[in-house]
Structures are given as structure tokens and as C-alpha cells.
């Protein structure tokens, strides 16, 4: 067989194969545009319905002013007393001890007062 006759045909395949591998390529790209276009339109379309549903419901709206009138309850709870709590003059002396942040005495059962801490 004739070399020539090879060469051509061997080249004819491959440009055969180019030509299609483009023509591929190109169909490919135009479907998926196709496809984008096509749910790019879906998408604006659910769009508008949505906010032609919001507007209606919106439109339906209703504005009412009422006032609620109702009777005051008062619940009164009896909470015991603590005037009569006394500690014992070793827990005074160590909450005084925390307060002021110094050793003293137990203080006669009372607290320091509120510039004792400066």
C-alpha cells in the first residue's frame, strides 16, 4: 500500500476526530446554557409568584386597635423575715474578716458598715 495513501488517511482520521471533539464541545456548551436559561426563567418566575402571594397577603391585612381592659390582681406572698438571724461570733468574725480583709474582733453581732471595706 501506498505510503501517501496512509499519511492521508491517518490525517483525515485526526482531523475527523478534532472536528467532532469540537462540534462535542460546542453542542455540550449550548445544551448547558440552555439548561442555565431555562432555570435561570424558573427561578424569576417562582420569584414573582412569591411576591405576588406576599402582596395579596399583605393587601389582606387587617388593622385593629383594641384595648384590653382586665381587673389587677395583687398576690401577696408572705416572705419570712431574716431581722432575726444571728450567727454564731466565730461566722461573724469570718464574714467580717471577708469584708474588710483584715483580722478583728467579732464585732458585738453586727456587720461593719459599707466604708469599712475602703
Not at 46 to 53: E, F
Not at 61 to 78: A, S, W, Y
Request: proline share 3%.
Amino acid at each position: 500500500m501506498n505510503p501517501w495513501l496512509l499519511l492521508g488517511a491517518g490525517a483525515l482520521w485526526v482531523a475527523s476526530a478534532a472536528c467532532t471533539f469540537w462540534y462535542g464541545t460546542t453542542v455540550g456548551r449550548d445544551g448547558e446554557v440552555a439548561r442555565q436559561a431555562k432555570l435561570e426563567k424558573a427561578i424569576t418566575e417562582t420569584r414573582n409568584l412569591a411576591m405576588k402571594g406576599a402582596a395579596d397577603a399583605i393587601a389582606k391585612i387587617v388593622v385593629r386597635n383594641t384595648t384590653v381592659q382586665g381587673r389587677v390582681e395583687t398576690i401577696v406572698r408572705d416572705n419570712p423575715v431574716y431581722r432575726d438571724c444571728v450567727h454564731s461570733p466565730d461566722q461573724l468574725r469570718n464574714i467580717n474578716e471577708a469584708i474588710t480583709g483584715r483580722a478583728g474582733s467579732a464585732g458585738g453581732g453586727r456587720l461593719p458598715g459599707a466604708d469599712a471595706a475602703e
